[in-house]
């Protein structure tokens, strides 16, 4: 899933050492606020020192993050993890901006590339009223 949004917020590094395999691990949290009309706040993390650095994420950024959720059962409690795998910059454009503002004015510009005319209003046709459209 991606998700195109803003970082508002660059959460601290934490790390420690792995019980099992006694390696260090590092993780980081980063907040991103979506662009929708009713925007949305999602706090992801980046996990591994490596991810942390290639990514750079610095806060006012705009980005898009690929991201899997999972869900975990701790002691009788259910807790969601949001991971991001892939962190991208540049031409984002949001679902809203690639909607068309005016609808018929889009479907005119449609008809008008397929050489037909726009579609009449409803109620103007020409004609008995009987006629079937088709």
């Known amino acids: 899933m991606d998700i195109v ?11 420690g050492m792995s019980k099992s395999s006694g390696k ?3 993780k980081q949290e980063y907040v991103l606020e979506t662009h929708e009309q009713f ?3 999602i706090c992801f993390q980046l996990f591994g020192a490596d991810r942390i650095a290639n990514a750079a994420i610095k806060e006012g950024e705009e980005v898009t993050v690929s991201i899997d959720i999972d869900a975990h059962e701790y002691n009788g409690r259910w807790f969601n993890t949001i991971s991001a795998w892939k962190v991208d910059r540049g031409n984002q454009t949001t679902q809203q901006a690639a909607a068309p503002a005016d609808p018929m004015a889009y479907a005119s510009s449609v008809a008008s590339n397929l050489g037909n005319a726009a579609p009449a209003a409803p109620g103007t046709e020409t004609g008995s009223s009987d006629d079937l459209p088709f």
Request: aromatic content about 6%; hydrophobic content about 30%.
């Open 5 to 15: 949004g803003k970082i508002v917020t660059v959460l601290p590094e934490q790390g």
């Open 24 to 26: 260090e691990w590092k």
């Open 39 to 41: 925007p949305k706040k």
